[in-house]
């Protein structure tokens, strides 16, 4: 596959003084898409976050590139090519859809090409162009889905972390994103997914790393996973 | 008729200053979800030092008006390197601060005593003369106070509508963690919010001290003032503070006219009071100003 | 539609509009006593607004709805709960700061009755109440747990607890199960059915399909705020409009083979 372009090493990190993450390591080459999968509340949103920068390590390293990110502040970490698409979206409300989509061109590297990539994403959403004027705070919590996936696909990144694409999206919107995550694969992007529903995930995964309470307690292929019976029960439930 | 005149008139200079000052305080709310009791203290910084810029230096005005505030933005960014920036990542930072700035106003106003002393100085920057209109006599002072005061507003209104960093910071007022997320150097931007307050609360200073007196206490009522208008209108909207320190200025002006200096104030109050009942969360605000 | 004996909820036209746009467009149906009914549709096609109409939340602009034989369609959200009808939101909403097991002392005592002066204590019989709602929706362990430090499926569970405390003769639940794994949805999926079976009526939104066929005895599924499609949940995944706007061909052929 490559060079590893993303490494966790034996990370532990949390709120409140409780860890959340407690020593995880994981390697991801360039290209690759990996899944993490788990029960909720078990850290998969946590690990994203800690990448990205949004929560500080309280051991361990991670590195981008050869480069160790965990002690930067998440701005830093974005503006060397990382996307996050957080799970409760994060839209800012009292901006239009169109002024959120900018935002996501923020930085000089997005923004040469904003227009391109705002007609990109309007072609990928079109209830999204249809409320472009529209304050984000009055969306649906589907259309808010699309517009923070949306905001995170202006930033151009070559790291993108998906935070449950399909959480509160109809199944025909579903089907929508995972070709999207398909064609940013094909790109060469590099995709980290969280998911609930590990079946989306098997034919498109490189990898999937199964968390619980905050370890790594399992690493494969899709269908390796989906055929163990024991894996299937005793985290996911069937 | 000439009543109208005189009551715009001075209802409309106190509109355009309490506009600056509150601006100011918006911007730190909504963006450091801070509560600044240190803002009347940079009004009283700006005032005094551009006074001292014009007795001891013998600066003209258009360099000295700068100058002052200029130095009480780098002021405001002190204050957020040295004493914000240390105490944002503690969860009870919303209460904390407000202590430490009531400290540095403390402090602040204690050091003016000591190097001016009390006297009532007057502001060097007075524009003698005015015109008459329907016969009603109207300086040029408040004139040029109101026209600072909209181009100042003006250009805020640019700066956060147009510019890049503008929409800095309306994306960090509204979700730190997604600004962060798209780049936005979040910790640059307060210190620039806090630059920018320190020098709309030092124009607003300057000006109101062309019109009463420089005094060590004289960012206190103001102060007040800026408050009640930023929470009537709705914590951190800029905008709507905008907006409510016109009527505010305005019906100042009103009741100062038809009840007296004495009453005006707390009638106004009242008023005030019976605004945040009917309406809690401010004329524009949202139901919940969440930080991330 | 008109509405028919055993109908509890009628909704006859119903509109609701934002400005000039439309969430909820002329919209007529009826819920039978006793029945789940599922809703589903494209996002933004209005279920939310729907469910903000019904519980008086954000009242509709034109048309009406009688619960019960009772107009609701103009009374306040705590007057409706007080009648039988509660739902649960879309983002996980409970009192963040006190714990499970106050969170639905609280739902008990203001959720049954309208208190116009309200007491100080929780008498046995209401603390009782909450025991069992907690034992029914199996959240024992956490009684003592402050609702921020749950995590979502907890958070869910807590949601229908409160919607139970309130003893309702309709449950509305708005995405039960979103983001949860599949283990959870069954459970949530049990629960719901036991509810049902006591013959508390059901409407539930949602988009995971698979949760929303095997509960409901009846399908609505909305788009731009009219009805696509009403019947029998064997249908909606043959209904090519369906299909088209809101479940994509691959789902519609997965869930086809699921159910041979």
């Known amino acids: 596959m490559g060079e590893s372009f993303l490494t966790l090493k034996n990370i532990c990190c949390g709120y409140n003084s409780v860890d959340v993450i407690k020593g995880v390591s994981i390697d991801i080459p360039r290209g690759a898409v990996v899944g993490l999968v788990g029960p909720n509340g078990h850290g998969k949103t946590t690990l994203l976050r800690a990448i990205s920068g949004l929560v500080r390590l309280r051991s361990g390293s991670i590195k981008l590139r050869g480069e160790t990110i965990s002690e930067l502040s998440a701005d830093r970490v974005v503006a060397r090519g990382v996307a996050h698409m957080p799970q409760g979206d994060l839209v800012f409300p009292q901006m239009s859809v169109r002024e959120n989509l900018l935002m996501g061109a923020y930085l000089p590297a997005a923004r040469a090409d904003s227009a391109k990539q705002l007609e990109y994403v309007h072609n990928l959403f079109p209830k999204l162009s249809e409320r472009t004027e529209q304050l984000a705070s009055g969306l649906s919590g589907g259309e808010r889905r699309m517009l923070g996936i949306g905001r995170g696909l202006m930033t151009k990144s070559e790291l993108i972390m998906i935070d449950e694409p399909s959480l509160g999206l109809a199944p025909l919107m579903i089907e929508h994103i995972y070709d999207v995550i398909r064609a940013l694969k094909a790109e060469g992007r590099t995709l980290i997914v969280v998911e609930e529903n590990v079946s989306r995930l098997t034919d498109l995964a490189d990898e999937l790393h199964l968390l619980d309470d905050g370890h790594v307690v399992w690493s494969g292929g899709g269908a390796d996973l989906m055929s163990d019976d024991v894996l299937m029960k005793t985290y996911l439930g069937g | ?292 | ?260």
Request: positive net charge; charged residues 15%; aromatic residues 8%.
């Open chain 3, 1 to 260: 539609m008109m509405g028919q004996t055993g109908d509890l909820l009628i909704c006859q036209g119903v509109t609701k509009r934002f400005g000039s746009l439309a969430a909820v467009d002329n919209l007529s149906f009826s819920v039978k006593q006793g029945e789940v009914l599922g809703i589903g549709g494209p996002n933004g096609a209005g279920k939310t607004a729907l469910f903000d109409a019904i519980s008086g939340i954000n009242a509709c602009t034109e048309g009406s709805i009688s619960f019960g034989g009772v107009r609701i369609d103009r009374l306040r959200a705590d007057q409706i709960c007080h009648l039988g009808l509660s739902r649960t939101f879309q983002l996980n909403s409970g009192f963040d700061s006190l714990t499970v097991l106050e969170n639905l002392k609280v739902s008990r005592y203001f959720g049954r009755t309208n208190r116009k002066l309200p007491g100080i204590f929780f008498d046995s019989r209401m603390i009782e109440d909450v025991n069992e709602v907690i034992d029914t929706v199996g959240l024992g362990r956490y009684a003592h747990e402050k609702v921020r430090t749950l995590p979502v499926f907890q958070r869910k569970l807590l949601m229908i607890a409160g919607a139970l405390s309130r003893q309702p003769r309709l449950l509305m639940l708005d995405e039960p199960v979103g983001g949860l794994t599949p283990g959870e949805t069954d459970k949530i999926l049990e629960l719901i059915r036991q509810i049902s079976l006591k013959n508390v009526t059901v409407i539930l939104i949602e988009h995971v399909m698979r949760f929303l066929l095997e509960l409901s005895d009846r399908i609505l599924i909305l788009n731009r705020g009219q009805r696509l499609y009403e019947g029998d949940p064997r249908g909606v995944i043959l209904d090519p409009s369906v299909i088209k706007v809101f479940l994509g061909e691959r789902t519609a052929r997965s869930l086809a083979e699921n159910r041979a």
């Open chain 2, 1 to 292: 008729m000439e009543t109208v005149i005189l009551v715009l008139v001075s209802g409309l200079t106190l509109s355009g200053m309490y506009a600056l000052s509150a601006i100011g305080l918006s911007l730190t709310w909504g963006a450091l979800g801070m509560l600044n009791m240190a803002h009347g203290a940079f009004l009283a910084v700006g005032s005094y030092v551009c006074f001292t810029i014009i007795t001891q230096l013998g600066a003209p005005m258009w360099l000295a008006i700068p100058m002052a505030v200029i130095i009480s933005g780098l002021v405001g960014l002190l204050v957020y390197l040295l004493i914000v920036r240390q105490m944002f990542r503690h969860p009870a930072f919303e209460t904390n601060i407000i202590i430490a700035t009531i400290g540095l106003a403390i402090l602040s106003e204690n050091t003016i005593l000591n190097f001016f002393g009390a006297y009532p100085f007057r502001q060097p920057l007075v524009i003698e003369g005015g015109f008459r209109l329907s016969g009603i006599f109207i300086p040029y002072q408040n004139i040029a106070i109101l026209a600072s005061s909209v181009v100042l507003v003006g250009l805020v209104g640019i700066l956060l509508g147009k510019t890049r960093t503008g929409r800095a910071i309306r994306a960090t007022s509204m979700n730190k963690d997604a600004a962060l997320l798209m780049g936005v150097p979040v910790g640059q931007v307060y210190a620039q919010v806090m630059a920018v307050s320190g020098c709309l609360a030092a124009v607003s200073g300057i000006m109101l001290s062309t019109i009463t007196t420089l005094s060590p206490t004289m960012g206190d009522a103001p102060m007040v003032k800026a408050f009640i208008i930023v929470a009537v209108a709705g914590l951190g909207n800029v905008y709507g503070a905008f907006f409510i320190a016109i009527g505010f200025g305005l019906l100042e002006a009103i009741f100062q006219f038809t009840f007296g200096v004495r009453l005006a104030f707390p009638l106004l109050l009242l008023l005030v009071i019976a605004s945040l009942i009917w309406r809690p969360n401010g004329f524009f605000g949202s139901a919940t100003i969440l930080r991330n």
